[in-house]
């Protein structure tokens, strides 16, 4: 079988080459492969430039980790507000929270009229709806 092959001298090289090249590629790691990457930088750059280009690289990467930090401190003001007695700095909402889903439309009224700090006793829910309106409109 061997003999078509010796015959063309091309064929045999180009799959010794193949499976040299196979062998190399598995065989490199990480670590080999950054310093593969430092020496071609150093052969197309030359020594002078690339100080000039590692500057470069982290002057980028510092002003990538400030936007960062610039944008992670704009969204958590965006989520927090201050609130106006001077409190703690955490985002309120208007009233009390709720335990659970309210069973019947006098107990939603109740919990909207408590959360906007309505007196709600003793009034009908028509007599709470438009105070619950009242106060929202202004």
Same mark, same amino acid.
């Given at each position: =079988?061997?003999?078509?092959?010796?015959?063309? #001298?091309? +064929?045999?090289?180009?799959? =010794?080459? !193949?499976?040299? @090249?196979?062998? @190399?590629? =598995?065989?490199? #790691?990480?670590?080999?492969?950054?310093?593969?990457?430092?020496?071609?930088?150093?052969?197309?750059?030359? !020594? *002078?430039?690339?100080? /000039? $280009?590692?500057?470069?690289? #982290?002057?980028?990467?510092?002003?990538?980790?400030?936007? /960062?930090?610039?944008?992670? %401190?704009?969204?958590?003001?965006?989520?927090?507000?201050?609130?106006?007695?001077?409190?703690?700095?955490? =985002? &309120?909402?208007?009233?009390?929270?709720?335990? #659970?889903? +309210?069973?019947?439309? &006098?107990?939603?009224?109740?919990? $909207?009229?408590?959360?906007? %700090? $309505?007196?709600?006793?003793?009034? !009908?829910?028509?007599? $709470?709806?438009?105070?619950?309106? *009242?106060?929202? /409109?202004?």
């Amino acid at each position: =079988m061997l003999a078509p092959y010796c015959k063309s #001298g091309r +064929v045999v090289r180009r799959e =010794m080459l !193949t499976l040299l @090249f196979s062998a @190399f590629q =598995m065989n490199i #790691g990480g670590s080999e492969w950054i310093i593969v990457l430092l020496l071609a930088l150093f052969l197309l750059f030359g !020594t *002078k430039k690339v100080p /000039q $280009i590692s500057k470069t690289v #982290g002057r980028a990467m510092g002003e990538y980790q400030r936007a /960062q930090e610039l944008l992670r %401190k704009e969204i958590e003001n965006a989520t927090t507000a201050t609130t106006p007695l001077g409190g703690d700095n955490k =985002m &309120h909402f208007m009233g009390t929270g709720t335990n #659970g889903p +309210v069973t019947s439309e &006098h107990e939603k009224l109740e919990t $909207i009229a408590q959360s906007l %700090k $309505i007196d709600y006793l003793g009034k !009908t829910d028509d007599e $709470i709806r438009a105070l619950i309106s *009242k106060r929202i /409109q202004g």
